[in-house]
């Protein structure tokens, strides 16, 4: 079935820091990716997402491609925040079928400091 | 604008007592709904979807079980919770076609003690 896999955290930075968060994927078909964000008590909220090949999603300074040829989408962003501080799932979905059906990875944990 | 509340949001029941969860959706008609569980140091699980009222499929053997009395409202329930119910429940919606995003709610903390 399909899958995600994302680096394990956490990952610590100092604030202004280059961010990369490594997310590949196992699909049969052509899955729409996503990348949602958890801050500290909170639920999810979508970051950024990516509906085809070579798409490049982007929000609040993140960004991430959609690369077919090594099924990934890795989040990156190239000065983080102490804000930017949470767990950042990555995700996808077939869009073929009659409902939504998100598959997660297990989440990283990104602590950044002043 | 859609919205989406659930509720309560933090709460503690002895093992064996019932589970009610709650969940609603503004601004839109005929969504899917889902339930999704998010175990402690583990990543998120669907656990049920609902395409429309009555309509609800479960993608895990559990102990839950979830409703859907109207449109825009879907609640999520045990007779008896177990020690291993605890967790961060989150409701979410889309849109009905294809391809449109998840959309998830604050989530209930749920801790069986």
């Known amino acids: 079935g399909d899958s995600v896999t994302q680096m394990e955290g956490p990952v610590t930075l100092s604030e202004e820091a280059f961010l990369t968060i490594n997310c590949t994927y196992t699909?049969?078909?052509?899955?729409?990716l996503f990348w949602y964000v958890q801050y500290p008590g909170e639920g999810l909220q979508l970051l950024l997402k990516?509906?085809?090949?070579?798409d490049k999603g982007s929000n609040k300074g993140f960004e991430a491609t959609y690369r077919k040829e090594t099924t990934s989408f890795h989040l990156e962003k190239g000065s983080v925040q102490v804000s930017d501080s949470a767990v950042y799932f990555c995700?996808?979905?077939?869009?073929?079928?009659?409902?939504?059906?998100?598959?997660f990875g297990t989440g990283t944990r990104l602590l950044v400091s002043p | 604008s859609q919205t989406i509340h659930q509720w309560p949001a933090t709460l503690v029941q002895p093992v064996g007592s019932p589970l009610s969860l709650e969940c609603t959706v503004e601004?839109?008609?005929?969504?899917?709904l889902y339930w999704y569980r998010q175990a402690a140091g583990r990543g998120l699980q669907l656990l049920f979807y609902?395409?429309?009222?009555?309509?609800i499929s479960s993608e895990v053997p559990q102990n839950l079980s979830a409703s859907r009395p109207q449109d825009r409202q879907f609640i999520l329930s045990s007779k008896k919770l177990l020690l291993s119910d605890s967790g961060f429940y989150l409701c979410a919606w889309s849109g009905d076609n294809p391809g449109n995003t998840i959309y998830f709610g604050e989530g209930s903390w749920l801790t069986v003690v």
């Open positions: 601004g839109t008609s005929n969504p899917n």
């Open positions: 609902s395409v429309g009222i009555g309509q």
């Open positions: 990516a509906t085809k090949a070579d």
């Open positions: 699909a049969t078909g052509y899955p729409s």
């Open positions: 995700a996808l979905s077939d869009p073929n079928t009659g409902f939504q059906k998100l598959v």
